[in-house]
């Protein structure tokens, strides 16, 4: 099955910089990545997502590139603000269908 | 978006009783509901997946006789956590789609505390 490893486990950056998720999976054939963000105790929200077909999507402060060769994507968050401390999982899956999720993320936005 | 709801939003049992957790689409047909239980500061992990009208597909370690999912409407999933033991507390969260290709929708959760 799908194996997906999300790298780091935490991140703390300055309120204004950037934060960068990183993401492999194993299952070549995965064509569908989205990314959620999760506050204690609440649900995923699905924050981005991108297909195979695509090499990068943006929308507003947040990207995500996806490097179907190296079987790698990335979430990217520019201007961090402290509403952005949360946990983040990146997940992978052919078609949207049994999402496959990474480790999670802990990103923590210092004022 | 779509709207899932959950219910309880949280329980607690003694050891050895059984919880049922209803996850339900509020405003679309969910053709596959799909469950999971994430525990403190961990990944969401796969439990099974249900479509409506059939048996459910549990994942590999979830023992079918302990989590009893029915997928009985297009707007209705249990899960039922039989004899159920403190190992067992957990984060259960449910999602929903309008078809296996579509978009997954997730519930708020069910916080399960087994004494």
């Known amino acids: 099955g799908e194996n997906v490893e999300q790298h780091p486990s935490t991140l703390s950056v300055q309120e204004g910089d950037s934060a960068v998720i990183k993401c492999t999976y194993s299952?070549?054939?995965?064509?569908?990545f989205p990314w959620y963000k999760q506050e204690l105790g609440k649900r995923p929200q699905l924050i981005i997502d991108?297909?195979?077909?695509?090499g990068e999507k943006k929308d507003q402060r947040i990207a995500v590139t996806l490097n179907k060769t190296a079987k790698h994507f990335s979430l990217h968050i520019t201007e961090t603000q402290p509403e952005d401390s949360a946990v983040y999982f990146c997940a992978a899956s052919i078609s949207d269908y049994k999402l496959s999720f990474g480790a999670g993320t802990t990103v923590t936005v210092r004022a | 978006g779509a709207v899932v709801s959950q219910h309880p939003s949280r329980v607690i049992c003694k050891s050895g009783t059984s919880v049922k957790i209803e996850c339900r689409s509020l405003?679309?047909?969910?053709?596959?509901m799909f469950w999971y239980r994430q525990f403190p500061k961990q990944s969401l992990m796969l439990m099974a997946t249900?479509?409506?009208?059939?048996?459910?597909?549990?994942e590999q370690g979830v023992e079918k006789d302990k989590f009893l999912i029915n997928h009985a409407s297009l707007t209705l999933s249990t899960l039922t956590v039989t004899s159920a033991h403190p190992e067992d507390s957990s984060f259960y969260i449910c999602?929903?789609?309008?078809?296996?290709?579509?978009?997954?929708?997730f519930g708020p959760g069910t916080r399960l505390t087994v004494l």
């Open positions: 999602s929903a789609s309008a078809s296996v290709y579509n978009e997954q929708f």
């Open positions: 405003d679309f047909q969910a053709t596959t």
């Open positions: 991108i297909r195979s077909n695509v």
């Open positions: 299952d070549s054939a995965s064509n569908y």
């Open positions: 249900s479509n409506e009208g059939s048996k459910a597909t549990y």
